[in-house]
């Protein structure tokens, strides 16, 4: 019987610990306690007309909804507006966004909201008119885990906006105004992993702005208008694997530019204005297995730039300016092109049918990789070779077609197969276009021709080489000259451009 009340007692005084520490909990959260929620509206189930706010939940019942989409309306609402306190009616909140209807409707993040909803996860603001996040602006939340700020004017960034989250695995910033990345920033936020700051005005990243981001694996920095990139920019992202740099004003890659990123398996550089890529412009890029320049004005790509990225197996350079890629560029990754999904994508340069290609012959027979076999087979080059005016038989010189490279029969041999194989070429939109550009400037009695690269027999492709120009004493072809004069030419405009950053850079 003792025994019994003893339990009971204890039972009762559990109860009652376990009670007031809630009534703690709920003083310290909202305040005031009497009448817990009803002097609050339900913000899933205004009935107020002219309410500013919105809200549609799944659930309408007072603290049940778990998902609120807002809409703020007209005239907007100010950061002090009791209405604010609303939000109390709907405690479970994990999900919630904010739809703002009209210019200034909502000029500020609403902190006052975030503090309090300690379930939320994930906080999505879109078409508000926020010119700048203050420091501290996300209240140092335990819960959040994802933030979505697209299309808000976002201009300015303080230090310490994203600060204290530790939680927190998305941003994205897609689609504001901002123009600079500060230090300090992005602060304290330990399991930050993806990061979208496309579509905005970025031209200068400071020196270590992605300093404390250390678990970030994928940065988009596209569509905005980064000139220059160097290695102090990326400090910190040691484990970064995707980086998207697409759509910016990059016009060379200097050394070291991506170092930091010990990690990076994939970078997108494409649609910029790229002519000159450093010979270790992406010294330290050990892990990176893809790589997307197309739609640059590459002319060039030195011998050692791919040294060190010595996994590669995905490496898009279409249209661009190429006139030939030679093997010694990518003999460290070749092996990689011949295995299953490997992708090598030349299209829409100005390749020359010459023999530095013929590598390509070899690997198209080699490799495993069905999207680089049909990438190579409609591969065309340009040759400037004119047609000849006799008639040969193309088995007989075939036969005879020593690799002595300027004989006039050789020549003229290759030159009947190209007039044979025009009937077959294949329409490539982008290229005929560039092809078209090109072939306005040239004096009228010149004419281009272009096949497909596997169409011409690997020997039979012939070598410019400086070896057979100078041997013999004939004076040079027009394939000869043009060889020459264009590799120079773009040789030295390339480091010119180079100079002329490092010194605007000094200065
Ligand atoms: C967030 O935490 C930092 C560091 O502890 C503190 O300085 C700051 O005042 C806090 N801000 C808010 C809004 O809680
Ligand atoms: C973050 O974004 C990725 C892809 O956009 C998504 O798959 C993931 O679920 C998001 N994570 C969180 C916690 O929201
Ligand atoms: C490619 O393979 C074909 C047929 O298998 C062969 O005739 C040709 O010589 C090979 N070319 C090269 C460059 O290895
Ligand atoms: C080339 O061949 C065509 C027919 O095959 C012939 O009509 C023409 O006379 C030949 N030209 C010369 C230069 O032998």
């Keep these: 019987m003792e025994y019994k009340l003893l339990i009971l007692i204890i039972a009762f005084a559990t109860v009652k610990i376990n009670l007031t520490e809630s009534r703690q909990n709920d003083k310290r959260r909202w305040k005031s306690d009497k009448s817990l929620y009803s002097h609050y509206v339900n913000i899933c189930d205004i009935q107020d007309r002219i309410s500013k706010v919105h809200c549609y939940c799944e659930n309408i019942k007072i603290k049940t909804a778990t998902k609120a989409d807002c809409w703020v309306f007209n005239g907007g609402i100010a950061e002090d507006d009791p209405f604010w306190s609303n939000f109390y009616s709907q405690p479970m909140i994990e999900k919630l966004s904010f739809n703002v209807r009209a210019d ?131 400090q910190g992202l040691s484990n970064l694997i995707s980086l998207d740099m697409r759509n910016n004003k990059l016009m060379m890659i200097g050394d070291l530019a991506f170092t930091e990123l010990w990690s990076l398996q994939e970078l997108y550089l494409d649609s910029n204005e790229i002519e000159f890529i450093s010979e270790r412009g992406f010294g330290g890029l050990t892990q990176l297995r893809k790589l997307s320049i197309a739609d640059n004005n590459l002319g060039v790509i030195d011998n050692n730039v791919f040294g060190d990225v010595k996994k590669l197996n995905v490496l898009d350079l279409r249209n661009n300016e190429l006139e030939t890629l030679k093997e010694e560029v990518v003999q460290n990754v070749i092996e990689n092109f011949k295995t299953n999904y490997a992708l090598i994508a030349l299209a829409g340069n100005k390749l020359n049918c010459d023999c530095s290609l013929s590598w390509l012959h070899k690997l198209s027979n080699e490799t495993r990789s069905r999207r680089v076999k049909t990438a190579l087979a409609r591969l065309s080059c340009i040759s400037d070779i004119k047609l000849p005016n006799t ?67 690997a020997e039979m492709l012939p070598c410019p080489s400086k070896y057979s120009f100078e041997a013999s004493f004939s004076p040079p072809t027009q394939d000869e000259v043009k060889y020459y004069k264009s590799s120079s030419s773009k040789v030295v405009t390339a480091s010119l451009s180079y100079m002329m950053i490092i010194l605007f850079n000094m200065t």
């Design 391 to 457: 008639n040969y038989s193309k088995a007989e010189k075939m036969m005879d077609s020593s690799h002595t490279l300027n004989s006039m029969a050789y020549k003229k041999t290759f030159e009947k197969m190209y007039e044979d194989g025009e009937g077959n070429i294949e329409d490539d939109p982008v290229y005929e276009d560039t092809l078209q550009d090109q072939e306005s400037e040239l004096p009228s009695n010149k004419i281009e021709y272009r096949r497909k690269l596997l169409h011409i027999p």
């Design 104 to 234: 200034g409707g909502l000029t500020y993040i609403p902190a006052k909201i975030i503090v309090r909803l300690e379930r939320l996860l994930i906080l999505n603001i879109q078409y508000a008119n926020i010119y700048s996040i203050p420091s501290f602006a996300f209240t140092n939340s335990t819960s959040l885990r994802e933030i979505m700020l697209p299309k808000n004017k976002i201009v300015k960034l303080d230090k310490m906006s994203f600060a204290h989250l530790i939680m927190l695995s998305n941003v994205s910033l897609i689609d504001n105004q901002i123009s600079e990345l500060q230090r300090d920033v992005f602060y304290d936020l330990p399991n930050l992993q993806r990061l979208f700051l496309s579509k905005n005005k970025i031209e200068v990243l400071h020196d270590g702005c992605f300093k404390h981001l250390n678990n970030l694996i994928k940065l988009d920095l596209s569509s905005n208008v980064l000139a220059v990139i160097v290695r102090e920019n990326f």
